[in-house]
C-alpha cells in the first residue's frame, strides 16, 4: 500500500471510542445545514497523540497538524485533551491549502478555533463544515491580516482562481459573512483511507441506500 | 460638588483620631484641584473606621469595571467552568450591546500591544486576566466578557450583594455610549468590591489571593501609590478617559493591617492635574491611618 503522510497517524473509528469523546465527536450522525438538509458526519478519525505530535506533524509542505486542532475553551472539554481526533478530511483540507498557499506566495495562517471544531464547539452552528474538517478560517497571509473588505476579498478572488469547487465566505458584518478572517471550504467531504477499520461485508444491507 | 456624607463609626473599634481632619483635607484638595466631582470611600481593616466623601454618586466606571469582569471570571473558575490555564480565541470582533453590530478594540487606543500581537492565536485565561489589569487592556477585557457574558457579572453582582457596580457592556462600545449604556461605579461599590478581594471572602482564599497578585501588578502607579514611601504596596486597578481618572486599591503598608480605598474624579475634558489629585489624597488617607506625617517616594 502507498504510504500517506498521515500514514503513522493511527485511524480510530469514532464508534469505538469511549462515550465522552464519541457524544462529543458524534461520528456518523447527522446536523442539519441551514437550509434544513441533514448531512452526515464523519466517522473515522486520525488519532493525535501529543501537542508535540501534532507541533511536529507535516500535513502539507506548509502546513502541520497543529494549526487544524487548535481550538480553545469553548472546544468540548471532552476533546480539549490528547489524545485527539480529527476527520481524516483533514488531509485533503491541507493539499487544498497548499495549493492556495503556493498561489498566494506567502505564509498562510489559520485562526485558533478556524480548523476542526467538533459539533459541540460553542461556536458551532447548523451544520458547519468546520465539523467535517474540511474548512478553514484564515486571519493573516504574510504580514497581513484579513481585516478589511479589501483585503478578504482580493485574497477570496485567488481562493477561487487557485482551488476550483471551494466555497467561500462573502465578506460583510452581517450573520453568514465575515469581516475579520477569510473562510475556505470544500464542503462536506468524508474521508476514508483505505487502511480505516470499518465494518464486515452484511449482504443483508446490499442495496441499502443508507 | 456634593457635601460629603457623615463618617460612619458604627464599626470602628479605634478610630484613628484625626479622620475628622482627613476629610476636611480631602474636601481642600478636591476644592483646589479644579474637578467636577470628587468621591473617595475608605476601609480601615485595622479598626474597622470608614470615610465615605460623597462615596455614593455615580460615575462613569472607565477601567475600574475591570476588577468587577476579574471577580466574575473567578467565579467561572470556582464553578469549573474555567480554568487559568483555558485557552481562549484572540479575536478583535464584538458585539455592540446596543444593536449587536461588531465593533473592534482599536490597538492604538489600547495601553497594551502583546494582546494584539496574539491575534488569531490563543492566550490563558490568567494571562488575559493580567493583561486586562496591569496593562488595563481593552482587547482582554473584551475577550474574557465575551466569554463569560454580561450575565455571568451580574450574577456575581447579585452573589455578594453589591452595589454600585453597573457592568453594562465591554469597552470600547462607541455605539453604546452613544445610546446611554455605560458601566458605572460609585466609590463604595469599589470599596465593597476590594473588600471581598483583601478580606479573602471572595469564593475562597486561594482564589481571592489569585486575584490580589493580578492586581498587585498593576504598572500605572501615577494615582494611590505615587505619593507613599516606598514600601508601601499597593493592589489597586486605574481607570481614565477624557472625563474621569479614577484609583481603588488595598494598600498594604508595613507594620499595619490594609486599608481599602476608591478615589473617583471626575474632569472637564482638558483638565489637567488628575493623578496629582488623586495621589495628594491617597496621601493624606496614608497619613491620617499612620497618625503621622509619611516621608513621600518622591521626596
Known amino acids: 500500500m502507498p504510504e500517506t503522510r498521515a500514514a503513522s497517524l493511527r485511524i480510530v473509528d469514532g464508534f469505538r471510542l469511549e462515550k465522552p469523546r464519541r457524544d462529543a465527536l458524534m461520528p456518523g450522525g447527522a446536523l442539519r445545514d441551514q437550509d434544513g438538509r441533514t448531512r452526515q458526519l464523519p466517522r473515522y478519525f486520525y488519532e493525535v497523540e501529543s501537542w508535540n505530535t501534532a507541533v511536529e506533524y507535516e500535513l502539507a509542505p506548509h502546513f502541520h497538524l497543529w494549526e487544524f486542532i487548535h481550538v480553545d475553551v469553548r472546544e468540548s472539554a471532552a476533546l480539549r485533551f490528547f489524545p485527539r481526533y480529527v476527520p481524516c478530511a483533514v488531509l485533503l483540507t491541507a493539499a487544498m491549502l497548499e495549493r492556495f498557499r503556493e498561489a498566494v506566495g506567502e505564509p498562510v495562517r489559520i485562526a485558533a478555533n478556524g480548523g476542526y471544531r467538533s459539533p459541540q464547539h460553542e461556536l458551532t452552528s447548523h451544520a458547519s463544515t468546520h465539523c467535517w474538517a474540511s474548512a478553514v478560517n484564515i486571519y493573516r497571509i504574510g504580514d497581513e491580516y484579513l481585516d478589511t473588505r479589501e483585503r478578504i476579498e482580493r485574497y477570496a478572488e485567488i481562493a477561487r482562481e487557485a482551488l476550483p469547487g471551494a466555497w467561500i465566505r462573502p465578506a460583510g458584518e452581517d450573520r453568514g459573512f465575515s469581516d475579520d478572517h477569510l473562510h475556505l471550504d470544500f464542503g462536506y467531504v468524508v474521508a476514508v483511507p483505505h487502511d480505516a477499520p470499518g465494518d464486515p461485508f452484511n449482504p443483508k444491507l446490499e442495496g441499502d441506500p443508507l | ?299
Do not use: C
Open chain 2, 1 to 299: 460638588m456634593t457635601i460629603p456624607s457623615a463618617l460612619n463609626r458604627d464599626r470602628a473599634p479605634s478610630v484613628p483620631s484625626d479622620l475628622d481632619a482627613l476629610r476636611q483635607r480631602i474636601e481642600v484638595t478636591a476644592r483646589k484641584s479644579g474637578a467636577r466631582a470628587v468621591a473617595v470611600a475608605l476601609h480601615d481593616i485595622e479598626s474597622g473606621a470608614e470615610l465615605q466623601y460623597d462615596a455614593d454618586r455615580w460615575f462613569h466606571g472607565a477601567s475600574t469595571i475591570k476588577v468587577a469582569i476579574l471577580l466574575a471570571v473567578y467565579g467561572e473558575i470556582d464553578r469549573g467552568r474555567l480554568a487559568p490555564q483555558s485557552r481562549l480565541h484572540v479575536r478583535n470582533r464584538f458585539l455592540s450591546a446596543y444593536d449587536g453590530s461588531p465593533f473592534r478594540v482599536l490597538a492604538d487606543r489600547d495601553a497594551d500591544s502583546e494582546v494584539h500581537a496574539a491575534i488569531g492565536k490563543t492566550m490563558r485565561i490568567s494571562e488575559l486576566a493580567l493583561h486586562m489589569i496591569a496593562t488595563s487592556s481593552n482587547l482582554a477585557t473584551n475577550l474574557l466578557l465575551d466569554l463569560i457574558g454580561l450575565e455571568s457579572v451580574q450574577r456575581t453582582i447579585d452573589q455578594f450583594g453589591l452595589t454600585g457596580i453597573d457592568v453594562r457592556r465591554g469597552v470600547e462600545d462607541e455605539k453604546a455610549y452613544e445610546h446611554g449604556i455605560v458601566n458605572r461605579v460609585t466609590a463604595n461599590g469599589l470599596v465593597a468590591l476590594l473588600r471581598l478581594i483583601a478580606e479573602e471572602r471572595a469564593y475562597s482564599p486561594e482564589l481571592s489571593r489569585e486575584m490580589l497578585d493580578i492586581l498587585h501588578q498593576q504598572e500605572f502607579k501615577k494615582g494611590i501609590p505615587a505619593r507613599l514611601p516606598r514600601e508601601v504596596r499597593v493592589a489597586h486597578k486605574t481607570g481614565d478617559i477624557s472625563t474621569v481618572a479614577h484609583d481603588a486599591g488595598v494598600v498594604y503598608a508595613p507594620v499595619r493591617p490594609p486599608y481599602v480605598i476608591a478615589i473617583l474624579t471626575e474632569w472637564a475634558a482638558d483638565a489637567g492635574s488628575r493623578s496629582p489629585t488623586i495621589a495628594a489624597i491617597s496621601h493624606s488617607v496614608y497619613d491620617a491611618l499612620r497618625g503621622a506625617p509619611s516621608v513621600p517616594n518622591d521626596a
